[in-house]
């Protein structure tokens, strides 16, 4: 099967993860697509292929040549930040220029907007109508492992060691790797294919936490509220405000940190935000929960300790600190990438993966590309070329 057509019918298995549930997986279509993965690697002729009970795929390709163990890994959910369902996706033969997805609604994926268009002239995108995000985060790093699986196991003249294969539920929502085990997976060393552009290689991650903050106001009617009223609402303006305006998602970019509002949800009587807090620099990143911990403070003493409850909990580190010590696994994929003609693009993710936790549960992993664009969104959009050459990659990763 082409990797296109695998990961098309993955993409239209709706596995979005959620925050709510509090089990693991976060959402009931998970568990099935978890036994259905694990039905087409016995099928394909995987070995030692396992589900666990929180929905962990396990399987392995035998070597047929001697080496240490590599491990291969992509996530099954869907980021819950956009719908997934009902998707309707296109193939067009992106000639350049922008692109259209949804005339009645004038959706229109703008090259302005998305000059990594630019890039793809003259190849196969797969688009959405824009109602929904198509997957590729990480539909397609399942496709393209599940792809090579196949092309090794068809092949067997093709040297490689003992391939360790995992596919993850609930990265999405930092839950990747609480239920991973590292020691029954049984590798030296391991690559999540969970990344972006093709040509990335990514050893660095963000520091991570997740703020929560609840405001109890005091709700009186309008018409008499002078010197009563205690407003929600207002309260959690007040501390969105307090925080740097310039240090945001929207104005950052590389190794500088932010503080991104998720959510604020409120009336006079109660109001919620969340938050996450990240910067590469470790320091920075305790300063950063330090100093909301501050503005929380400061309106806990203007209003009340009763009034204002903060929880901040730390979600990830930067893998860095532990991929320092394993630069090879790095430098091997590197090689790979120039042996199949694609520029590697290494560079810090602006966000985390399972590898990030995995490496210092004893598993170095930095993060590969997928060759997708713009995940979370509804103008994700994946060349169908890029993946069919990042399966050459991890051919040639795997085979060096």
């Not at 070995?47 to 392995?60: L, Q, R």
């Not at 093709?198 to 009186?220: C, S």
Request: aromatic fraction near 8%.
């Amino acid at each position: 099967m082409k990797v296109s057509e695998r990961f098309l019918k993955y993409a239209h298995i709706d596995t979005a993860s959620s925050e709510d549930t509090h089990t693991t997986p976060s959402t009931p279509a998970q568990m099935p697509f978890a036994r259905s993965l694990a039905e087409e690697m016995r099928e394909m002729g995987l070995e030692d292929v396992v589900v666990s009970e929180f929905g962990y795929v396990y399987a392995t390709v035998p070597a047929t040549a001697p080496g240490d163990t590599i491990g291969l890994i992509a996530h099954m959910d869907t980021s819950p930040d956009m719908p997934a369902a009902p998707l309707n996706e296109r193939v067009i033969k992106y000639e350049g220029g922008d692109v259209v997805l949804n005339a009645d609604k004038d959706i229109v994926m703008r090259v302005s907007d998305f000059p990594s268009l630019n890039t793809h002239i003259g190849e196969d995108i797969i688009v959405t109508d824009g109602a929904t995000l198509l997957g590729s985060d990480d539909k397609a790093g399942i496709a393209e492992i599940m792809t090579l699986c196949e092309r090794l196991l068809a092949d067997k003249g093709i040297p490689h060691p003992k391939l360790r294969v995992a596919f993850t539920p609930d990265e999405e929502i930092g839950e990747g790797a609480d239920h991973f085990d590292v020691d029954f997976f049984g590798a030296k060393y391991a690559y999540t294919v969970d990344g972006g552009d093709l040509g990335e290689i990514e050893y660095e991650n963000f520091n991570a936490a997740t703020a929560r903050v609840a405001i109890n106001g005091v709700n009186i009617h309008p018409g008499s509220a002078k010197n009563k009223m205690l407003n929600a609402s207002l309260i959690a303006v007040e501390l969105a405000n307090l925080l740097p305006a310039a240090e945001t998602p929207a104005h950052t970019e590389g190794y500088e940190g932010f503080y991104h509002l998720c959510s604020i949800n409120g009336d006079e009587e109660r109001a919620t935000l969340k938050y996450i807090i990240r910067d590469h620099d470790r320091v920075k990143f305790e300063r950063r929960k330090d100093f909301f911990k501050a503005c929380t403070g400061l309106l806990s003493e203007k209003y009340g300790e009763r009034f204002i409850q903060c929880d901040i909990i730390d979600s990830y580190y930067n893998m860095r600190e532990i991929m320092e010590k394993h630069m090879d696994v790095v430098e091997r994929a590197v090689k790979a990438m120039n042996k199949c003609a694609v520029k590697p693009l290494i560079q810090p993710i602006r966000g985390g993966t399972d590898g990030a936790r995995l490496s210092f549960m004893g598993l170095p992993c930095p993060n590969l590309s997928t060759g997708g664009h713009n995940f979370h969104g509804r103008y994700e959009y994946i060349s169908i070329q890029s993946m069919e050459k990042m399966v050459d990659v991890l051919e040639a990763l795997v085979s060096l």
